[in-house]
């Protein structure tokens, strides 16, 4: 049972592709997060939204374009990616951006680039 | 700037053992949250606790029990007479008391509780 959801839970692509992957938060939160984890390191985080507005860009590659509609849903799309970008993404969200607030996440889209 | 080491990479137990996993921070804020969080073999992130710095007491909840001491920059986790469904990989995580949204991750323990 949660609270976030996230489709497709797997994606393999080619390089030259265009994907998406959604988001959708069942806890009437107003922040929402991208984070990415790869093998062998710690969750990176890639995007923030509150209140449906953009207020984190951790350096993220252009190949990466995020984008919140609404509260509820957070969509990440993917074009000419690389081998290297080849991770499961997790979306998360919060009541609040706030730092005490805490974060609940969905159980990731794993993405593999060949 | 923020970091969190966790530095048991793996921990295998047989069921009915217990468990400690330690997370060491470095923060130079007075402010600042703590959390844990379950990873099992499905993906998803599941939340365990929070913390925050001006709150040491110990919490227990079921099995599981934290230990959080500032002085030593911990905030340990214990599961108690572990089960098979507790094989997961458990994050420390923590997070600035400001404005900055990153929530800075160890790299995580593998738990691994044989029948």
């Known amino acids: 049972e949660t609270g976030v959801t996230q489709t497709p839970r797997h994606l393999v692509m080619g390089m030259t592709n265009k994907k998406s992957l959604k988001c959708e938060q069942h806890?009437?939160?107003?922040?929402m997060y991208w984070y990415k984890q790869s093998a062998k390191k710690p969750l990176e985080l890639m995007f923030v939204?509150?209140?449906?507005?953009?207020?984190e860009n951790n350096s993220v590659p252009s190949r990466f374009s995020p984008e919140c509609p609404n509260s509820s849903h957070l969509f990440l799309h993917l074009h000419t990616l690389q081998p290297e970008d080849s991770a499961l993404y997790l979306c998360?969200?919060?009541?609040?951006?706030?730092?005490?607030?805490?974060?609940?996440f969905g159980p990731g889209t794993r993405l593999l680039v060949l | 700037a923020q970091k969190v080491t966790q530095a048991q990479t793996e921990i295998s137990v047989v069921e009915k053992e217990d468990v400690t996993l330690d997370c060491v921070y470095e923060?130079?804020?007075?402010?600042?949250?703590l959390f844990w969080y379950k990873q099992p073999p499905s993906g998803e992130l599941v939340f365990l606790i929070r913390?925050?710095?001006?709150?040491?007491q110990n919490e227990i909840s079921g099995r599981y029990s934290w230990n959080f001491q500032k002085s030593t920059s911990s905030f340990n986790f214990t599961i108690t007479a572990s089960q098979v469904v507790d094989s997961a990989v458990y994050f420390c995580?923590?997070?600035?008391?400001?404005?900055?949204?990153?929530?800075?991750f160890g790299a995580g323990t593998t738990v691994t509780v044989r029948a």
């Open positions: 998360a969200s919060s009541q609040g951006d706030g730092a005490g607030k805490t974060q609940y």
């Open positions: 923060t130079r804020d007075t402010t600042y949250y």
């Open positions: 995580a923590l997070r600035r008391g400001s404005n900055d949204y990153k929530l800075s």
């Open positions: 806890l009437g939160h107003n922040a």
């Open positions: 939204y509150s209140l449906e507005e953009r207020v």
């Open positions: 913390r925050n710095s001006f709150d040491e």
